[in-house]
């Protein structure tokens, strides 16, 4: 990767310093903070990017994920990076080296016209896709499905449709399987965004997941939402308890009263 980081280092180091808490190089240390708080980012693993515009703002590898600063965040122009050549970085840290996740953020931004990705290695994510791993051959070990639970409302209907799922919607989270390195997973998630096209996330065997949403806010809802879809999933399976289920639509017996 030392390639990819042969850029003007030391250089924009503008990108990053601002005393606004909702800027992307200090809403990237402040969320990584807080997923490691919630066991997602152990041991330097996952990570976010923000996309503001034409800049991408990059959480780096091998950083210490609850300790980031926004010193530490790599910085890109998307309009310039050209396949199949090296990535450049207009804002390079002194130190670390670019996240391998890079390049499936990037089809998250590109593919999606996404605002924010997070990549976790949720406990809950990875043995969601160890259930399904040793599924039946008769049922899907390629997606991960679930209705007629509350929180599948906090997921949109897809890029480009209005609104959210309903409680007795399906959400759908396909699962690729993991490779050696991880960058070598982007063709897989891109393949997956084509076969879902309605999908706000991936989840990657033995690996964790990738969420995506139009904003932080979004991304991050989804992010929080699907960590407890997972959970519940795990501890439904335990139970005996089917993730799909065919429950009747109730009807209000009466009308709420016209204000």
Known sequence: MASEAADQRG???HLVESNDPDHPANLIPSLCAKFWTLGWVTGTGGGCSIREEDLVYIAPSGVQKELMKPADIYVLSLPHQ???????YIRSPP???????????????TRRGAGCCIHTH?????LVTLLLESAPATESRRVFEINNIEQIKGFGKGPGKVGNL????TLRIPVIENTAHEEDLTEFLEDAMDEFP???????????VYVWGDNVHKAKTMC??????????????QLGIPWISDIPVVQPRRKAVEQ
Request: glycine fraction near 4%; aromatic fraction near 14%.
């Open 224 to 237: 929080e939402s699907l960590d407890y879809l997972f959970r519940l999933a795990v501890e439904m399976r």
């Open 95 to 109: 130190a670390f080296k670019p996240s391998q996740c890079t390049p499936l953020f990037l089809a998250a931004f």
């Open 198 to 208: 309605d999908a706000y996330a991936v989840l990657v065997r033995r690996h964790g």
């Open 166 to 169: 309903g409680y007795h919607d």
């Open 122 to 126: 949720s406990q809950w994510a990875v």
């Open 82 to 88: 050209v396949p199949s050549t090296p990535r450049t």
């Open 11 to 13: 250089n924009n180091d």
